[in-house]
């Protein structure tokens, strides 16, 4: 398996792919180091935007962090199904769609994503949380955290979308924490998974 | 239910989101119907990249054919499960990970995603196709149309990336079908998927 890969002819893609990824974004190599270079690679490869490579940000040894997180098994708790669907990783917690998250937006009159973290709380706890969507959840998490008593040991935080996105990228950039994000906008499922897969991939023995 | 959104929080931010797209893609909105604008909206609301503005295309009616198919619920195949499950229907065929599509695959060395599109050749013919990740499932899909008998009703066709991507999608237009598609690189699930719950909001009813 090489970026989500597992056929020869699908391995050609990835390779050709990574090795036009490399050329596009060469200018901003010197920013990152090795194994941060492997994700803003991942990222740029899911997304055929070069622009990540300006965008990405890697605080408090998030890949290191990351890996030994995975290597413990903690559970990962993501923000919406599409991104649960991409990750290759047996113990992810998304509770969007459950009747207590349900029942929590609606009593409290808050989006079903922000109401998902607060009922995956005891998992984000010592665990991964994986946001690739929603400004509210991430906004929620870092809400957990400064008040809640709530630690996790790695937060990718990349919501996309012209409101509320990148306020909460910011806000989560002023914890203390393993953190990678995106400035701006942009971000989404993709940036999201192809971050997490790359961590799994380091993590479980796969090829990055 | 307004672009995903179910909350009344949820709903204020895709309501400012919306007025915010409108205003950086104002000079592309001549370029677009009505209809065809929704679909550009929600692309750019779910990527947060307006470019999206100057590379959708949309050829041979695709949102009314789009909009019958659905009324007549014909199955919808897609590539790959992240972009099934960002997809509110119920008839979704994704055989990616099918015993089929593997041995298929391995037996003819070629991607899994181009062997899915084979093994749901059936469903193909008089239903909608979503590509949102594989050139090759998307080039699988011209083979069948053009030697193999195959008619879609709609081809959704936005793989991403910078091998056989692009290429992909030139050969797409070639068609002479209901298709949307994207120039050039980019593309990918939030893109696929943006644009197939527009059509499916529009046809059972949802708001667009």
Redesign the interface.
């Known amino acids: 398996m090489f970026m989500g ?6 391995l050609e ?1 990835a390779k ?2 990574r090795d ?2 490399r050329e ?1 974004i060469k200018e901003y190599i010197k920013n990152f180091s090795e194994e941060e270079l492997e994700i803003v690679e991942r990222v740029v ?5 070069p622009e990540f490579a300006k965008l990405l940000v890697f605080k408090n040894d998030p890949i290191k962090e990351g890996v030994r997180a995975i290597k413990d098994r903690v559970p990962i708790v993501v923000d ?3 991104v ?3 990750v290759r990783y047996e113990n992810i917690i998304c509770p969007i769609n459950n009747k207590e998250t349900l029942e929590l ?2 009593k409290e ?6 109401a998902s973290m607060r009922v995956a709380k005891n998992y984000i706890d010592n665990g991964i949380v994986v946001i690739g969507n929603s ?2 959840a991430l906004l929620e998490v870092i809400n957990l955290v400064e008040h809640h008593n709530v630690k996790p040991r790695l937060i990718i935080g990349v919501p ?6 990148e306020e909460s990228k910011e806000k989560l950039l002023n914890l203390d924490l393993p953190i990678i994000t995106c400035k ?7 940036v999201a ?1 192809s971050i997490i897969n790359g961590i799994i991939a380091k993590a479980l023995g796969g090829k990055a």
Request: proline fraction near 4%; charged fraction near 25%.
């Open positions: 890969a597992s056929t020869d002819e699908g893609i050709r792919s036009i990824v596009k490869h899911a997304t055929a935007d919406v199904n599409m649960k669907a991409g937006a609606k009159n808050i989006t079903r994503a922000k400004p509210t996309v979308g012209f409101v509320k996105a701006g906008a942009k971000g989404g499922t993709p998974v």
